[in-house]
Every structure is written in C-alpha cells, then in structure tokens.
C-alpha cells in the first residue's frame, strides 16, 4: 500500500504533465486551423495547374518532353516529407512503415523534408543523399530548391522515377499515409484526382476548349512542367503539415483526457488510503482505551 | 459581358472578381484581355498587371507563371502577385541590394542553384519596384 505522501507527489506530477500536454494542445490547435487553411487554399492552385496541364497534353504530341519519360538507370529516387518534431501521434511512425512494406524495384535513395525523417532513415540504415529543413510555416520559395534539385537528379537519367512520400491530410482525424509519383509525370494521374481533395472531380479533356499557346505548346510545356513539380510538391508539403499539426493536436487532446483520468483515479485512491490511516488511528485509539479500562 | 478573373498563387487566392479588362505580361510582349478573348494559354514574366474595373485601375507586381484565356475567364497562376499599395519600397530595394551582393559573392563558387535563386529574387525586386515607381510618376 503506498503512502498518502507518495501519492500525493504522484497527482502533482501528473497535474504538471496534464497542464503541459494540454498547452501543447492549444497552440497545436491554432497551428493547425493555419495549416489547413493554407492546405485548402493551395489547393486552387494545384487543380488549375492539372486542368490547364491536361489542356496542354491534348494538343503536344508524345514524349515532347524529358519530364514524361522514364529515366535510364535503375535506381529510384523518394523523397520522404515528415515533420521536424516528435509528440504527434504515430504519424512518422506510420509513414515510415509504409514506405519499408512498398516494394521498390532497384536501389532506392532518398532526399527528406523534416528532421524526423531523416533520423528514421538514418536507423534504417537507408542512404539518404539530401536533408531539407523547411520553416513552418512553409514558403513557397523554400520548396523551388527541393524541386530544383529532384527534377536536375531525374534529368541525369540516373534515376527510374521519384516517388513522394507524405502524410495526406484527409480531415482532423485520419491522416493517410501516401506515396505518390512525381516524375515522370504521370499523363494518367496528371489531372486526374491527386486525391487532395476528396470532391475534387476527374477532368474531362473535351469539356476544356481549343487553347490557343503562345509562343507554342512545346516552349509552354518548357515552363509549366517545372512549376507544375514545384506546386505539386508544395501542396504535398502543406497536405503534409496539416497532417502534422491535425495529429499532434489529437495526440495531445488524448494525453491530456488520459491524464485527467489518472488524475480521478489517483485522487480516489488517496482518499481511500486517508480514510483508512484515520480509521486505523481511531481504533488504535478505541483499543488502548478499552485496554486501560 | 465581364470578364471574371482569378489570380492564384500556391499560397492564396489573390485576387477573385469579374473585371472589365486586364492587361499582364506575356513572355512576347504585354498582352490586353478583354472579354470573349480567344481561348488562349501563355506563360507570364515577371513585370507589371493592370486591372480595369469600371473606370478604376489597379496594378499588381506578378512573378512567372501561367495564363489561361476562355472567353468569360481569365486565370492566372503565378507564384508572386503583390498589390502595389503593399509593396514597401524600401523593404525591396534592400533586398535587390542583398541579392545583388549575394550574386556576386556566389558567382566565384559556381553554385548554380543559388545562383539561379538570386536572380529570381532580383528579378521580382526589381519587378516590384518597377510598379510601384511608375504608379508614382503618373
């Protein structure tokens, strides 16, 4: 039977860590209605990109550009979008898992986002060519040297393709963990649903009119294809940290119900072991007095 | 007929509003939209973009990106759009002065990444103050 004092001291550490969890809730609340917002908004933008990118496709022919053909080589290249700090759940865990159970042909390298990722892979003994810490919130200028530098890798034609891996924001409580092509760039999934938004609709390329390019759809494609890399990564960096601040803001709400359950439990027994020291004293009482009687 | 037009960039939607005429920046040139346009998609410098509204002008500094014309819609996607009003002079001018800096100090190393990153930073600046100096002569 532990003594009152022993839990006392226990309440008053789970009271402190309850208070701390429960801070740590509220900010990651306002991160995340910010990150969702900003999600949300990105969104727009992406689904313009694939409606005027299938446009494009229509009217280019085939193999105009190295972004739609499969690299030479072997190899495969995965980017790995996680977050940079831990208490969120099994987010990264989860993540992580996915990418170890899919199977990819060749040797596999990998670039990261977030420092957890990094840290995973490293214990995997995975070999990591590129680490890139990005602010939160994340700017869109941060992202161009990521893409900048997967789309330079990809256009050596020592990698097969590169895949993205991320957390794909759905709503507060389900994250899915995703893993998604980016170059080549896949005519099939290339305006179709990206999935990031679940009313997003297929695009049906004879409902779009006849575009007119200028100066010409192969220099137009020159363009677009890059920044349609850049924006799709970003999207996935902002689906990515909604996920992040969604997860560690129910991780939290959870630590702090449990530690608000412990407490109840905790505060009973005290009680119970009060009531029964005072018990115990009064009939030690009552028996030395009816011994002296 | 209005002529709706949109201005998105990854961060936000900028601009959502039926207007009367737009002109932008095309890479052949500056390029005026009315509406029942041709459908059209072009590619966007960074430079200057008028809004006509009943009468009223309003200019934005716009980075690269993507023009698309259907007859009732006008959609841009850049990844910069700044209202003049907001641009501060100064802010951007020190940053044109640390960019040109940072490029030259770089232009030794060869880091063509950087490199690259510093001329867009200095093209945007530049851009920026373009708009906001001719807003005040006129």
Request: overall charge positive.
């Given at each position: ?293 | ?6 201005i998105?960039t990854?961060e936000a939607?900028i601009f ?33 973009l ?8 309003t200019d934005l500094a716009v ?17 910069m759009a700044i209202d003049v009003e907001s641009i501060d002079e100064k802010a951007v ?35 920026q103050l373009?708009v906001k100096?001719?807003r005040?002569?006129?």
């Open positions: 039977m532990p003594s009152t004092r022993d839990i006392r001291r226990r309440i008053k550490s789970v009271k402190n860590t309850a208070q701390i969890t429960k801070a740590m809730q509220l900010v990651a609340a306002a991160k995340m209605k910010k990150a969702q917002d900003q999600a949300a908004n990105g969104r727009h933008y992406a689904e313009m990109m694939n409606k005027i990118l299938v446009a494009l496709k229509e009217s280019a022919e085939e193999g105009i550009h190295p972004h739609f053909t499969e690299g030479k080589g072997n190899k495969t290249l995965v980017l790995v979008i996680a977050t940079d700090k831990g208490l969120c759940g099994a987010l990264n865990t989860n993540l992580l898992k996915k990418l170890i159970n899919t199977k990819i042909d060749g040797e596999v390298e990998y670039v990261t986002i977030g420092r957890k990722a990094s840290q995973g892979l490293a214990r995997l003994r995975k070999t990591l060519i590129a680490d890139f810490p990005i602010k939160d919130p994340a700017k869109f200028s941060e992202i161009r040297s990521v893409g900048r530098f997967l789309q330079d890798k990809f256009l050596t034609g020592e990698y097969k393709t590169v895949l993205v891996a991320f957390n794909n924001f759905i709503n507060t409580v389900t994250q899915v963990p995703s893993i998604e092509q980016i170059l080549p760039v896949n005519p099939v999934t290339l305006g179709g649903k990206r999935g990031f938004d679940e009313q997003s609709k297929e695009i049906d390329a004879s409902e779009l009119p006849q575009y007119t390019f200028e100066p010409g759809a192969a220099v137009v494609f020159e363009t677009v294809l890059p920044q349609y890399v850049n924006g799709t990564l970003y999207q996935m960096l902002l689906e990515a940290r909604a996920s992040e601040h969604s997860s560690r803001m129910v991780a939290m709400k959870n630590a702090t119900d449990n530690a608000k359950q412990l407490l109840k439990d905790l505060t009973l027994e005290y009680n119970k072991v009060r009531q029964a020291a005072i018990t115990n004293e009064l009939l030690e009482i009552t028996t030395a007095k009816m011994a002296l009687e | 007929m209005p002529l709706k037009l949109e998105v990854p939607r959502s509003d039926e207007v009367d005429s737009v002109v932008l920046p095309g890479v052949e040139g500056e390029l005026g939209i009315l509406p029942a346009h041709a459908p059209l998609v072009t590619t966007l410098q960074c430079g200057e008028r809004i006509l509204k009943s009468g009223k002008t980075g690269e990106g993507l023009v698309e014309v259907t007859g009732s819609h006008a959609r841009i996607l850049t990844d001018e020190e940053a044109l002065e640390r960019a040109k800096h940072s490029l030259e100090s770089l232009k030794h190393g060869e880091q063509q990444e950087e490199v690259a990153a510093v001329m867009a930073i200095i093209q945007r600046s530049t851009a373009q100096r001719r005040r002569t006129v």
